[in-house]
T-cell receptor, first 115, second 111 residues
Framework: DAEITQSPRHKITETGRQVTLACHQTWNHNNMFWYRQDLGHGLRLIHYSYGVQDTNKGEVSDGYSVSRSNTEDLPLTLESAASSQTSVYFC??????????????FGPGTRLTVL | DAKTTQPPSMDCAEGRAANLPCNHSTISGNEYVYWYRQIHSQGPQYIIHGLKNNETNEMASLIITEDRKSSTLILPHATLRDTAVYYCILLPLDSNYQLIWGAGTKLIIKP
């Protein structure tokens, strides 16, 4: 069955280190998204991509970068981790880029702690 | 900021219908109403969406008022596995498809 996976599931790092979170989907979806979720809050969009070589900034993109070299993967990089980036990170993908049908499929999440 | 208002929490007895309200009084004509839910420690899951008409699928029903200023998600026979946070989200037709998430409603199904 098609799925979307994230790795690692848990990560502890130190302030100032570069960290990369992996996201891999086998749905063959063109659209992929990265969100962060802080305790007790809804999700906030970090970056998104509508296809290979396409990336766009979301609501809270400062300190994060993404690259899309193939359809399946959208890694998220924290250039220099900060304690404010301690959060749960979710990756998602969707088949269509139209508002009339925009079901997003979410991965299980990565819990990142920055000490 | 989220353009929807939801109660922070609700309880429902197992086997009963759970009715989750959402207020979106400033909705514009080209905005869809989407519902997602998030079971504890998992990624969100799509439930249903609609524009003007009521919608039903295998998971739930969505009732949108005629003036579109509010909607209700109905889980017809709630089970313990429906305990989750439910998010009501507006998605404009001409947007770049960004879902703007609020705090949602924590629904607790009680045995």
């Amino acid at each position: 069955d098609a799925e979307i996976t994230q790795s690692p599931r848990h990560k502890i790092t130190e302030t100032g280190r570069q960290v990369t979170l992996a996201c891999h989907q086998t749905w063959n979806h063109n659209n992929m998204f990265w969100y962060r979720q802080d305790l007790g809050h809804g999700l906030r969009l970090i970056h998104y991509s509508y296809g290979v070589q396409d990336t766009n900034k979301g609501e809270v993109s400062d300190g994060y970068s993404v690259s899309r070299s193939n359809t399946e993967d959208l890694p998220l990089t924290l250039e220099s981790a900060a304690s404010s980036q301690t959060s749960v990170y979710f990756c998602a993908s969707s088949a269509r880029a139209i508002s009339s049908y925009n079901e997003q499929f979410f991965g299980p999440g990565t819990r990142l702690t920055v000490l | 900021d989220a353009k929807t208002t939801q109660p922070p929490s609700m309880d429902c007895a197992e086997g009963r219908a759970a009715n989750l309200p959402c207020n979106h009084s400033t909705i514009s004509g080209n905005e869809y109403v989407y519902w997602y839910r998030q079971i504890h420690s998992q990624g969100p899951q799509y439930i249903i969406h609609g524009l003007k008409n009521n919608e039903t699928n295998e998971m739930a029903s969505l009732i949108i008022t005629e003036d579109r200023k509010s909607s209700t998600l109905i889980l017809p026979h709630a089970t313990l596995r429906d305990t989750a946070v439910y998010y009501c989200i507006l998605l404009p037709l001409d947007s770049n498809y960004q879902l703007i998430w609020g705090a949602g409603t924590k629904l607790i199904i009680k045995p």
